[in-house]
């Protein structure tokens, strides 16, 4: 009596990290199944590491930040000054009053 076995399943090829970068948008079903099958860490750690490079370089070449903390500064001067002038009761329903309506 012969016993009839199911064909084994034959180990597919792994997509190449490149490979799944592309197959991500154009074919994803089997390249999230490839990435369950044999899940990796390297290159989205560089892509990441890469990508939040490029955005800070991008911003601080745009970003004067000495004008940038001046203007904190002086922010903070006169709300103590406001403070100072106003008393802290006065000044903490002033603070209510700007956190409820930001604008004005």
């Known amino acids: 009596m012969a016993t009839a076995s199911a064909p084994l399943a034959e180990p597919q090829a792994s997509i190449s990290p490149l490979g799944r970068l592309i197959g991500v948008i154009f074919s994803p079903k089997s390249t999230f199944a490839d990435i369950v099958r044999k899940p990796s860490w390297l290159l989205p750690v560089i892509l990441l590491a890469v990508l939040g490079t490029i955005v800070a370089v991008g911003l601080n070449q ?38 409820r309506d930001p604008r004005g």
């Open 62 to 99: 745009k970003m004067d930040w000495r004008e940038y903390i001046s203007q904190q500064i002086a922010r903070v001067r006169r709300a103590r000054l406001t403070q100072d002038l106003l008393g802290p009761t006065a000044f903490d329903k002033l603070a209510d009053a700007h956190d």
